[in-house]
């Protein structure tokens, strides 16, 4: 996929970020949307410490991790910084404890037994978090995420039994295509979706946020309604899972 970053000789993190910045705002003038209607969630996966501490010199103050021992990992090297970290991966539900201490969110809250593990976990850490519910909206067999007509009353049974998960809106990975309709499809099925769950009025249930939308799709995430992108290549760089990463 083209990056950006290949076509300035500026290849500082806060180039990249500002280069990030540029297309968000891009998008939302495309789209007239106000450019404070979209967050950028930077994903500092696989990227160490000393990344993440840059990142945070440049402002930026949550961010993405898809490994509950990531984040632990990284979290006692930057213990001195005021950041929060959210889980964006598949989170196994012998994971939950590690995710109730240390993520500030879970934006991958995909089933049942998850939702109860982690308010579980909560309760006892006496916290809540905001979760987003994860929803798949493409027909790759290997994405995460709950089937679109699951997601009603999946909301209606964590709203009642799980207290300690404040549900905040829906997530959800487009397909990996050079199909730009077949990308868009997935983030319009994920709004239209969340305007018909809107109508249901659900109680205890907020469907504010929209989290769609990565580095290499997250222009036209923000053109179907993303009020916040994912993103983690255009910023931190290419991701060599061969390098250890910490
Ligand atoms: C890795 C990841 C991202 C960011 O991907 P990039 O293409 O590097 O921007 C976004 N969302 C999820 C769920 C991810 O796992």
């Known amino acids: 996929m083209d990056s950006p970053t290949s076509m300035s000789s500026d290849d500082s993190m806060a180039a990249r970020v500002a280069r990030v910045r540029q297309r968000m705002d891009a998008a939302c003038a495309r789209a007239g949307r106000a450019p404070e209607s979209v967050t950028l969630l930077p994903v500092s996966k696989t990227f160490g410490p000393e ?9 930026l103050r949550r961010f993405g991790e898809n490994k509950t021992q990531e984040i632990r990992q990284k979290a006692g090297p930057l213990a001195d910084l005021d950041i929060q970290w959210v889980m964006i991966g598949h989170l196994q539900t012998n994971k939950a404890k590690d995710a109730a201490r240390h993520a500030a969110e879970v934006q ?4 049942l037994d998850l939702a ?15 979760v987003l519910v994860q929803v798949k909206t493409s027909p790759e067999p290997s994405k995460h995420g709950l089937d679109m007509q699951a997601v009603s009353s ?16 829906l997530m959800t990975l487009a397909v990996q295509s050079d199909d730009t309709a077949a990308v868009r499809a997935c983030f319009r099925a994920l709004r239209e979706l969340r305007d018909r769950l809107r109508d249901e ?15 290499g799709d997250f222009e036209i995430a923000i053109e179907e309604g993303a009020t916040e992108v994912r993103v983690g290549s255009a910023i931190f760089g290419t991701r060599t899972y061969l390098q250890a990463p910490l």
């Open 51 to 59: 990344a993440v501490r840059e990142a945070a010199a440049l402002g």
């Open 108 to 111: 991958s809250l995909d089933r």
């Open 116 to 130: 109860y593990a982690l308010q579980r976990r909560l309760q006892a850490e006496g916290r809540a978090i905001d």
């Open 154 to 169: 999946f909301l209606r049974i964590v709203a009642g039994d799980c207290p300690a998960l404040r549900v905040q809106g």
């Open 201 to 215: 009025n659900i109680p205890d249930v907020r469907l504010d946020r929209l989290s769609m939308g990565m580095s």
